[in-house]
């Protein structure tokens, strides 16, 4: 169990604090709303950032019969070499048309959260777009954000990792994630945004629960292929848009982890099972199972759970999520004879405090958007001076124990 003392509530993790006014490249500019502030990374290195259009050819999309290949975006997150803020500009968490769709659609599935009010576009990372990466080559960690979120709602912990010394590679699951953004169109896709198809709770619905791993499992596996091609020298963009300097040398993929939250967390699980390219792995309180097709039954447990795996895997959950569908998945992997897997628990806390929610949901709340039980029912009533280093330091420790060399 996570220790509720992790750090003192007095630390600084927010930069500035709380609500701020929008400000691109150090001029303020006029706001929709409050803009909320990331905790900022602890690690020694300096951040750099670049996104890669994915194209898999040799796929069909699974939720658009009418697309006939898989587009998947990523963002690669590395230790930079240099960080000039004005050659290499810090990156949004959201670019603002994603932001403008997230703002609409994040209420639905999260009724807790506020309809206006927020300029989500003004939210800024601490990463530098396109900086050069330091050409030393560093473990590689992919990431896959929860059941309907965008990749970037998982920047504070991709960030620590990244600076702590690791390559993040961070995935959206188009159709699935709340709104992709491409960097075209297409023949097949007329507008730049695609956002998803979810209008429930997949759990509740198997066959779409189905899908949504399937369609996870096969993106991880062609973004690892496509990782491959990068660090041989390949440009796999399809768009063509330059690369930082350096990036291709800076991968080991000798050196392959992952971890996910909720949905990503399952998919990161079984990708672990599936691809041994894939040498240790966090689960963020996904389920290893699948919702049953009757009402009642036993969740059906995912092959990972059933069979087992003989590399080191860390699940990671709260006391406010758990649940008998969790704690049975949970507990079949840890049933194995010499098993390699831990469970540890954060208390006070809920399922959102994985993602950006643990930081931004208080500062909705202090500045009256949100309710103090919208905020519990989201992330818990931790402070996020506690509830961040809380997730973020058992992930990083899982890593520099499994992933050693950063």
Request: charged share 20%.
């Amino acid at each position: 169990m996570v220790a509720r003392s992790a750090l003192a509530a007095g630390t600084l993790l927010l930069s500035g604090g709380g609500i701020a006014r929008a400000a691109v490249r150090g001029r303020e500019r006029p706001a929709e709303g409050a803009a909320l502030r990331l905790p900022a990374p602890t690690g020694p290195h300096p951040l750099g950032a670049t996104t890669l259009y994915l194209v898999d050819t040799g796929r069909r999309d699974p939720w658009d019969p009418s697309i006939p290949v898989r587009e998947v975006m990523v963002t690669v997150l590395y230790p930079a070499a240099r960080a000039d803020g004005g050659r290499y500009p810090i990156t949004p968490q959201m670019p603002p048309r994603t932001a403008a769709h997230f703002a609409r659609i994040a209420p639905r599935s999260n009724p807790q959260l506020p309809s206006a009010g927020v300029d989500w576009a003004a939210t800024m990372t601490h990463a530098h777009a396109g900086a050069p990466a330091q050409a030393t080559r560093r473990p590689v960690v992919l990431y896959s954000p929860g059941g309907g979120d965008p990749r970037t709602l998982g920047t504070y912990v991709a960030e620590e990792l990244a600076s702590r010394g690791y390559v993040v590679v961070s995935i959206d699951h188009p159709g699935d994630a709340c709104a992709v953004q491409f960097p075209v169109t297409t023949s097949y896709r007329r507008k730049r945004i695609r956002t998803t198809v979810f209008r429930t709770n997949p759990w509740t619905q198997p066959d779409v629960y189905r899908t949504m791993i399937d369609a996870r499992l096969a993106d991880i596996r062609f973004v690892l292929d496509q990782l491959e091609l990068l660090a041989a020298g390949h440009h796999p963009d399809t768009a063509g848009r330059p690369l930082p300097r350096h990036l291709p040398q800076a991968l080991d993929l000798t050196r392959v982890g992952m971890y996910g939250h909720s949905a990503g967390g399952t998919a990161a699980a079984q990708a672990a099972y599936e691809d041994r390219r894939i040498r240790a792995v966090v689960n963020l309180e996904g389920y290893l199972a699948c919702p049953p097709d009757q009402p009642g039954e036993p969740a059906p447990l995912l092959p990972v759970a059933r069979y087992g795996m003989n590399r080191p895997m860390l699940l990671l959950g709260t006391d406010g999520f758990r649940n008998a569908d969790i704690d049975r998945s949970w507990s079949a992997m840890l049933d194995h004879p010499g098993r390699r897997t831990r469970r540890r628990q954060i208390d006070d806390a809920m399922h959102w405090v994985f993602s950006d929610f643990a930081a931004l949901v208080p500062q909705l709340q202090a500045d009256g958007l949100m309710t103090a039980e919208g905020r519990d029912q989201m992330v818990g009533a931790l402070d996020p001076a506690r509830s961040v280093p809380m997730v973020r330091d058992p992930v990083l420790t899982f890593f520099e124990r499994n992933l050693p060399g950063a």
